[in-house]
Nanobody, 121 residues
Framework: QVQLVESGGGSVQAGGSLRLSCEAS????????MSWYRQALGKEREFVSA???????TYADSVKGRFSISQDNAKNTVYLQMNSLKPEDTAMYYC???????????????WGQGTQVTVSS
């Protein structure tokens, strides 16, 4: 079973920055399309950003120009650089494998456990 381990969350003041990381382990022969979602307390989980292997990136309108997603395919790790953070960015952030590609069967639609981001005003 694939393991997705997120890190980099924490507490920061408005205007600050954080960098989230998510490593997918257990399937070294796979490469992944990956994304980030977030869920604020009492709200539904929402899409934040996605990256495809050797492909384009997409962002939610609410984070465009402030967040940047990148991927290290060699490490099967996805990053989310978050700048100019706002209190409304406060949420649990989850990484997700959208699809996997490899010589053998690769995981898809798999979620990490999440990392908390708290932005104070």
């Amino acid at each position: 079973q694939v393991q997705l381990v997120e890190s980099g969350g924490g507490s920061v003041q408005a205007g600050g920055s954080l960098r989230l990381s998510c490593e997918a382990s257990g399937y070294s022969y796979c490469k992944f399309d990956m994304s980030w979602y977030r869920q604020a307390l009492g709200k539904e989980r929402e899409f934040v950003s996605a990256v495809k292997i050797y492909g384009p990136t997409t962002y939610a309108d609410s984070v465009k120009g402030r967040f940047s997603i990148s991927q290290d395919n060699a490490k099967n790790t996805v990053y989310l650089q978050m700048n100019s953070l706002k209190p409304e960015d406060t949420a649990m952030y989850y990484c997700k494998i959208d699809d996997g590609y490899g010589r053998y069967t690769c995981p898809r639609n798999s979620w990490g456990q999440g990392t908390q981001v708290t932005v104070s005003s």
